[in-house]
């Protein structure tokens, strides 16, 4: 070519910017399509509906003859075929869904795609060695594309795509199917969670419902055992008062305490079936209660009667102080307030290692009636300051293996505390052994106790 001379300017002809333009177009539609195939896919939280929605969304933006949808089994580490859309021979002839196909990552086109998690463009199947031929399938002059389905760092899937004409799949397909395959992604790994978080309240209403079952036979079995024991053992108690008091022939002392020993337990056995029958009531949510005036300081007179048998066995003391009987009444239910301090009295004598010592007093305190009792045991151990009141707990200590309880005398105690309108308060760090301080409303004046008693009933 000649010094200074110029290279001649290569125009395309009229036929070639046509096409360009067309191309343009074409692919300008394709994105414009995207837009709206890509909120049709995530809407649902259906795996299989989105699978569905998949094929034929895809369908709309590339003309396929065969697509594929693989999950990702991540305990199996392969590849597991969820979707296939044949819609052209040969792909046609085979149930591909039914064959249950299996490819490990690496494997053939699909495989790779996911283990390197990259985009594998082929033009022609037959002229690359990459290609896997599945048992019972033939080898075809098409073209494949296989897209990894990535959410975050998490494989989920690769789509696949075949055109039975060589280099009938391009970089702009690829492009798409990249689009498709992400919101694809996402959509499933949402209705993964959401299948799960649904198998994890399924789980959990059969469970309440197995529990629910438990607990109410729980429940009856509970009640039906406490009023059949409750006959015997009033029977036990009656012989066994009849032989200590003497009225069936003298006794040697021997054979005394062994009699007051039977008192003993028959009397623990039935505030046990007592608390078990009430406890039922509450969990019902039907404690009755019999409102009326009570005499509080008589009260705690009759529940030091009652521990007596166990104080002698023990060599245990107690001491009363503060109110007289008749000096000062409460609004309550006798029977379930002598339940708790029964019970209250009753775990002052057990947690302690030396022969009990108990303190009582009865008082009114800033227009309510205070109840104090005091033990010199061991004491309560910080970590279990918080759970005292809580429902079959019990202080674990190994000093005190042979305590027996079921755990439920505290929680009925403070239920009957706060149903009565009162407080209770636990002072493990009394020194020595535990302070237990209840309050509870004065009943008014003997004028007006009459309609306190009906309100209190209502």
């Known amino acids: 070519m000649p010094t200074g001379s110029r290279r001649p300017e290569v125009r395309a002809g009229p036929r070639s910017t046509g096409s360009a333009r067309r191309r343009r177009s074409a692919l300008a539609a394709r994105l414009d399509l995207l837009e709206k195939v890509a909120p049709a896919i995530v809407q649902s939280l259906d795996g299989d509906q989105i699978v569905s929605t998949v094929a034929e969304q895809t369908l709309r933006v590339i003309d396929y003859d065969h697509f594929r949808l693989y999950r990702y089994d991540r305990d199996a580490d392969c590849l597991r075929l969820m979707k296939s859309v044949a819609r052209a021979d040969p792909y046609s002839r085979r149930d591909w869904e039914r064959a249950g196909v299996q490819i490990r990552l690496g494997e053939g086109i699909a495989g790779l795609a996911a283990k390197e998690r990259q985009t594998i463009l082929v033009a022609d199947a037959t002229r690359d060695p990459r290609v896997l031929y599945l048992p019972g399938s033939e080898r075809l002059t098409e073209a494949l594309l296989a897209v990894p389905m990535v959410a975050g760092d998490r494989l989920v899937g690769v789509l696949a795509l075949a055109r039975r004409k060589a280099a009938s799949l391009n970089p702009n397909d690829a492009r798409l199917m990249e689009a498709i395959a992400a919101q694809t992604a996402l959509a499933l790994v949402n209705a993964d969670r959401y299948a799960q978080a649904e198998q994890v309240m399924r789980d959990e209403r059969e469970r309440a419902s197995i529990l629910a079952d438990l607990e109410r036979n729980r429940r009856e079995f509970m009640q039906i055992a406490s009023h059949e024991l409750r006959t015997p053992l009033t029977v036990i108690r009656g012989y066994a008062s009849l032989l200590d008091e003497g009225s069936l022939g003298t006794l040697p002392e021997q054979a005394r305490k062994a009699v007051r020993m039977i008192i003993d337990k028959s009397e623990e056995m039935r505030a046990q079936v007592e608390r078990v029958l009430f406890l039922a009531r509450l969990e019902e949510g039907r404690p009755v209660y019999q409102m009326r005036p009570v005499d509080l300081a008589r009260l705690v007179e009759d529940a030091v009667v009652r521990l007596r048998p166990l104080l002698d066995l023990t060599r245990g003391s107690v001491s009363t102080t503060g109110a007289q009987p008749g000096r000062l009444w409460v609004i309550g239910d006798s029977d379930r307030l002598a339940l708790a301090i029964d019970n209250l ?47 079959f707990y019990r202080v674990e200590d190994r000093r005190l293996r042979n305590v027996s309880g079921t755990g439920i005398g505290l929680y009925l105690v403070r239920q009957v505390v706060l149903d009565h309108g009162g407080a209770i308060e636990v002072d493990g760090d009394a020194r020595p052994g535990t302070a237990v301080r209840i309050l509870l409303p004065v009943a008014p004046v003997e004028s007006e106790a009459p309609a306190a008693v009906e309100a209190a009933q209502r």
């Not at 775990?347 to 033990?375: C, H, K, M, W, Y």
């Open 345 to 391: 009295l009753q775990n002052a004598t057990r947690f302690t290692l030396d022969p009990p010592r108990i303190e009582i007093e009865v008082r009114s305190a800033q227009g309510q009636a205070e109840l104090r009792i005091r033990d010199h045991g061991i004491g309560i151990p910080a970590e279990a300051k918080g759970r005292l009141f809580d429902k």
